[in-house]
């Protein structure tokens, strides 16, 4: 089926760096979704792109929707401890008739104080 | 507004035997989504509801799962016997549009 490929996995750094992560497909999207979870809760809606070349902003969150349609990217700005977790991408992805909201892997970002 | 709400947040149960899951949507979505998410992976969509009708249950395992959505709120999903490869958080989600998903905190599954 279809896939969302996030990249990196995993991501050390330290507290106040900034973050970049990135999420492709091999089929175009028409929206991007940006979610971050933490441990044993469900997933939480950070940013929603619905434009290609779309930028958009969440406080120390940016969000873009890449021009191809095929990709996305999330940058986090002078990361702190609280930015622990998983950030995953997802679409809807309209293999048939309904949109069908898939995600990707996720990446994982450990910040050390 | 009240979000997605989920029972039980917990479960252990011993293989072979049957486990439901209950959740509650937020008020006025029409779209419902049933999750498996395994430790260390994304979410991976088990069956989607528009209103009381499934739109898409092809990943849904269905000589064990089944999920219903009466009246188009609430739903429960059923596992009927339970092997040790469903332990997994189980993560209920809905939305005002087909896009934008809002999710519940899941009900943990332990299959032993």
């Known amino acids: 089926g279809q896939q969302l490929n996030q990249s990196p996995q995993s991501m050390f750094i330290q507290e106040g760096e900034d973050v970049s992560m990135n999420c492709t497909s091999s089929?175009?999207?028409?929206?991007w979704l940006w979610y971050k979870q933490d441990p044993g809760e469900g997933p939480v809606l950070l940013i929603a792109l619905y434009k290609a070349g779309e930028l958009t902003s969440n406080g120390r969150l940016t969000a873009q929707f890449g021009i191809t349609r095929k990709d996305s990217f999330l940058n986090i700005s002078a990361s702190i401890p609280s930015d622990v977790g998983i950030y995953f991408c997802a679409g809807p992805f309209y293999g048939g008739s309904q949109g069908n909201l898939i995600f990707g892997k996720g990446t994982k970002l450990s910040v050390k104080p | 507004e009240a979000g997605v709400a989920q029972s039980p947040r917990y479960k252990i149960i011993e293989k072979r035997q049957s486990v439901a899951f209950w959740c509650n949507p937020i008020s006025g979505h029409a779209t419902l989504y049933w999750y498996q998410q395994i430790l260390g992976q994304g979410p991976k969509l088990l069956i989607q509801?528009?209103?009381?009708?499934?739109?898409?249950d092809s990943q849904l395992p269905k000589d064990r799962f089944s999920a219903e959505r009466l009246k188009g709120v609430d739903s429960t999903l059923k596992i009927q016997p339970a092997k040790l490869e469903d332990s997994a958080v189980y993560l209920c989600?809905?939305?005002?549009?087909?896009?934008?998903?809002?999710f519940g905190q899941g009900t943990r599954l332990t299959v032993v």
């Open positions: 509801f528009q209103n009381n009708g499934v739109v898409d």
């Open positions: 089929s175009i999207f028409n929206t």
């Open positions: 989600a809905s939305s005002r549009t087909n896009t934008e998903a809002f």
